[in-house]
């Protein structure tokens, strides 16, 4: 079975601009949460969608935001980049929601902001 | 997990001796704990995970402690080997209400050959 793919891998944007991430979660898995991760404030919980609703959402600003698709499939959205939105971003899927149910992990979308 | 700070803890081990890997949580409602090791460029691998209810748990090779009276957790991984040098996070969540995953930190886990 396929695992969590994230595209693009690698993504290079200056300040101001927006960015969107593609998640694509493993078949059958219907969760899908997403996380930031760098070096000072290690992985840090964005949101997370089940069956195309956010179910739940961490402490960052509203220039984050995410939807989900009918087909399981996740994007995230930053706009109006800042140099501290650069980071790993990772997406993880799970059959369920919850903190509880084990989540697999993409290789994640690495962000760079100039 | 707990903040402990910019650095990330290192631990370096011959090949073939056993690792223990330790992360402290601060939150005592937590009632449910997974260690995930994530390689370079990669994205974070479960490894093994441990409800309150219990003291220890095994898997292959791997083997998690909790003391939640110190609020402790630790991974012991025997038998190291080079494909285990990775970065290792412990998490923790509580099942009431819908709070998502803390993530530790990590701990830098280098196997020397």
């Known amino acids: 079975k396929a695992g969590v793919t994230q595209t693009p891998r690698y993504l290079i944007k200056t300040r101001g601009q927006q960015v969107t991430l593609s998640c694509s979660p493993i078949?059958?898995?219907?969760?899908v949460s997403w996380y930031q991760q760098t070096p000072g404030q290690g992985l840090q919980f964005l949101f997370e969608?089940?069956?195309?609703?956010?179910?739940n959402k961490g402490n960052f600003p509203g220039r984050f935001s995410g939807r989900q698709f009918s087909n399981s499939r996740s994007e995230m959205n930053v706009s109006t980049l800042e140099l501290g939105d650069s980071a790993l971003y990772l997406c993880?899927?799970?059959?369920?929601?919850?903190?509880?149910?084990?989540?697999?992990f993409g290789p994640g979308t690495r962000l760079l902001v100039l | 997990g707990e903040s402990v700070g910019l650095h990330l803890p290192t631990l370096s081990v011959q090949e073939g001796d056993n690792s223990i890997i330790n992360c402290a949580y601060s939150?005592?409602?937590?009632?449910?704990f997974i260690w995930y090791k994530q390689e370079s460029g990669k994205g974070p691998q479960f490894i093994i995970d441990?409800?309150?209810?219990?003291d220890k748990r095994q898997g292959q090779r791997v083997t998690v402690l909790l003391n939640k009276t110190v609020k402790h957790l630790s991974l012991q991984i025997a038998a190291t080997q080079p494909g285990d040098s990775a970065v290792y996070f412990c998490?923790?969540?509580?099942?009431?209400?819908?709070?998502?995953?803390?993530f530790g930190k990590g701990t830098r886990l280098s196997v020397i050959a």
């Open positions: 993880a899927s799970s059959l369920y929601p919850g903190p509880q149910e084990t989540q697999y």
């Open positions: 078949s059958g898995h219907r969760s």
């Open positions: 969608y089940f069956s195309e609703t956010q179910r």
């Open positions: 939150n005592s409602a937590s009632d449910y």
């Open positions: 441990i409800r309150s209810n219990m």
């Open positions: 998490a923790d969540s509580r099942n009431s209400g819908n709070t998502p995953l803390v």
